[in-house]
């Protein structure tokens, strides 16, 4: 009796470091997708059902929307620079810090119309059950840009 005990007890242990393990290497799989932005158009393209061609192309948008929005941040990365050596002056200049907010508010305007354009770009490829599935998914996940 006592030694059908412990293999019971063998075999639930072991079951249950198999399921650990399994769980652990999926979610590795997904935080290692959620970590590169084509990573996270697949993963999201996968939950809208997304054929492999659709996925190939919203990805090919997504690289196009990163590499724009890195070229609009690199021509405008001086102006973050100059706000913050403004902010910790011993006496910041209050009218110029007002001016490079609004010049990094129209920045940031910017960088939401290219996150617009991409994804017009990206939702014209899809049907439109799937529109609205990934409209539910940026909804219930919070993604809209500027959030």
Not at 13 to 39: C, D, K, M
Not at 46 to 71: F, H, M, N, P, T
């Amino acid at each position: 009796m006592k030694r059908h005990l412990l293999w019971a007890a063998l075999v639930v242990s072991l079951i249950f470091n198999v399921t650990f393990g399994l769980g652990y290497l999926v979610t590795n799989h997904v935080l290692a997708r959620l970590q590169t932005p084509e990573g996270r158009v697949a993963l999201v393209a996968d939950q809208i059902g997304a054929s492999e061609e659709l996925k190939r192309r919203c990805q090919a948008i997504e690289r196009q929307r990163v590499a724009a929005r890195q070229a609009l941040f690199d021509a405008h990365g001086d102006g973050l620079d100059a706000f913050y050596a403004e902010a910790i002056a011993d006496e910041p200049d209050s009218a110029a810090l007002e001016r490079m907010i609004d010049e990094g508010m129209v920045l940031h305007r910017q960088m939401l119309q290219i996150d617009l354009e991409h994804f017009l770009q990206m939702a014209a490829l899809m049907t439109p059950e799937q529109r609205r599935h990934l409209a539910a998914i940026i909804r219930r996940e919070n993604l809209f840009p500027g959030q």
